[in-house]
């Protein structure tokens, strides 16, 4: 079992940044890839981010890409999610989550989710 609890949401203008921290408690946190997902209001969860188990390998949604960083400290057993040039279409709920793959990008991939951290860009 894996415990995930998120932190740094809030509001931020437009081109601003925040990075989101996501600590772990539970099992060994470096036997799991670990990945970020949002879910805006009437839509369904996205993929945002995902690290692999040994920091070697990380994936980006299209549109993340060159914006968002994805980083993993496994002595702290947390990832972060750092998010430059926001948009007011990056407003959402943030939601990290645990693999036993290697690495995954997709919900269903993934076994443990944290309860989200909101994030709303004004324009």
């Known amino acids: 079992q894996v415990q995930l609890v998120e932190s740094g949401g809030g509001s931020v203008q437009a081109g601003g940044s925040l990075r989101l921290s996501c600590a772990a408690s539970g099992r060994t946190f470096s036997s799991y890839g670990m990945g970020w997902f949002r879910q805006a209001p009437g839509k369904e969860r996205e993929f945002v981010a995902a690290?692999?188990?040994?920091?070697?390998?990380?994936y980006f949604a299209n549109s993340r890409k060159g914006r968002f960083t994805i980083l993993r400290d496994n002595a702290k057993n947390t990832v972060y999610l750092e998010m430059n040039s926001l948009k007011p279409e990056d407003t959402a709920v943030y939601f990290c989550?645990?693999?036993?793959?290697?690495?995954?990008?997709?919900?269903?991939?993934?076994?443990?989710w944290g309860q989200g951290t909101q994030v709303t860009v004004s324009s």
């Open positions: 989550a645990a693999t036993a793959l290697q690495i995954g990008i997709r919900t269903a991939e993934y076994e443990y």
């Open positions: 690290i692999s188990r040994s920091k070697t390998s990380t």
